[in-house]
């Protein structure tokens, strides 16, 4: 059973660029959900998706934006790009409600 | 309200040693408390979960103790093995909340031969 696949691993981008970062779930997830990991600020929370719909956003500025597709395939996007955007981007899905998170393994993103 | 407060921040014990992480937490309206291993380079994998209706669950070497009444929940990991040397994070949900979850900050473990 293929796992979460998120793409590119790794990105050197240049602030003010734009990155879109994708997302493929377990097959059969219809939750997929975004998060931060910086070594400063831990896990944070970016947004989720359910069914095509954003169900949750968190406080991140309007840079960040993310869309799912019909197939549950997700992709996130960061406009403008700032230095302090340098991070992994973890997506995971979930198979519903009493269920934990499988996450994949992450997209690094370098911002110089 | 959101926060969950994770100590201590890095931990070094023994092969063969108990490792304890301990978290805490405010809302009450959170339902659901995973713990999440994370290895370098790669995503935090499912260790184990707990409901609040339940005080203990033990899951091989790994345990999870809650207090419902204190807001406080720990993973006790017994017989710690040098494999189990990564970073652990506690996290909870809120249902009504969907699937957002909230993280605590982490526990760089070290398991020493």
């Known amino acids: 059973k293929a796992g979460v696949t998120q793409t590119p691993r790794y990105l050197i981008k240049t602030r003010g660029q734009q990155v879109t970062l994708s997302c493929s779930p377990i097959?059969?997830?219809?939750?997929v959900s975004w998060y931060q990991q910086t070594p400063g600020q831990g896990l944070q929370f970016l947004f989720e998706y359910f069914s095509e719909t954003q169900r949750n956003k968190g406080n991140f500025p309007g840079r960040f934006s993310g869309r799912q597709f019909s197939n549950s395939r997700s992709e996130m996007n960061v406009s403008t790009l700032e230095l302090g955007d340098s991070a992994l981007y973890l997506c995971a899905s979930n198979r519903g409600e009493g269920y934990g998170y499988t996450f994949g393994s992450g997209t690094r993103l370098t911002v110089v | 309200q959101q926060q969950v407060k994770q100590s201590p921040q890095s931990l070094i014990v023994q092969k063969g040693g108990i490792s304890i992480i301990n978290c805490a937490y405010e809302?009450?309206?959170?339902?659901?408390f995973p713990w999440y291993q994370q290895f370098p380079g790669k995503g935090p994998a499912l260790l184990i979960a707990?409901?609040?209706?339940?005080s203990e669950k033990k899951e091989g070497r790994f345990t999870i103790s809650f207090n419902k009444s204190a807001k406080q929940f720990s993973l006790h990991i017994m017989d710690s093995q040098p494999g189990d040397s990564a970073t652990y994070f506690c996290a909870a949900r809120n249902s009504g909340g969907y699937q957002k979850v909230t993280f605590g900050t982490g526990t760089k473990l070290q398991v020493i031969p």
């Open positions: 097959s059969g997830h219809r939750s």
């Open positions: 809302n009450t309206a959170f339902d659901y």
């Open positions: 707990i409901r609040p209706d339940v």
